[in-house]
């Protein structure tokens, strides 16, 4: 069957986002939903029919919140612990948000779980960043070691420049997801 994947969405103004990053993971995840969530409870009721990789649209306020378009608020640490609990493996939070908004509220510590934090898209480049980090996912190979692949971990490299700008905290490290 391979790895479920959902690509969530928590207002529709990520619509045109969140369908472009739908195609890319339909190319390598055959196993691959989208949806438009009204709400938070929505969609955390979603997230817990088994879904492997939850890549989420969603604002991040600056105490560390997720929001709904009804104002509906949840602590990004809470989310994490309800995607640890339903056995998501990685949690994408894909949505360009400020850092400080992810420190104050992502707390990953002890959870078995990768997550992914965006700040900045770079928009023409993400496509590609995201297709080349999941083809080699899909082929076998670790996230973080995927991740260094495509992603040198120093300013200097000249193709630092075009990558986007993300948080990866490697929480569940050897987990393949085919």
Request: aromatic share 8%.
């Amino acid at each position: 069957m391979g790895t479920k994947v959902l690509v969530a969405s928590l207002d529709p103004k990520f619509s045109v986002l969140a369908q472009t990053d739908t195609n890319s993971y339909r190319k390598f995840y055959s196993n691959t939903a989208e949806g438009l969530f009204n709400c938070i409870g929505e969609l955390r009721e979603t997230i817990c029919s088994g879904y492997e990789i939850v890549h989420l649209f969603s604002d991040v306020l600056p105490n560390g919140s997720i929001v709904d378009t009804a104002g509906e608020t949840v602590l990004g640490s809470d989310l994490i612990k309800s995607c640890t609990q339903s056995g998501v493996k990685l949690l994408w939070v894909a949505s360009a948000n400020k850092a400080e908004g992810y420190i104050k509220g992502f707390n990953l510590s002890g959870m078995p779980m990768n997550l992914v934090m965006t700040i900045s898209r770079s928009e023409s480049n993400f496509p590609s960043f995201l297709e080349n980090l999941l083809s080699k996912m899909s082929g076998g190979q670790p996230m973080p070691v995927a991740w260094v692949a495509i992603a040198p971990q120093t300013q200097l490299d000249p193709q630092h420049r075009i990558l986007p700008e993300c948080i990866f905290a490697a929480g569940r490290a050897s987990v393949v997801l085919r």
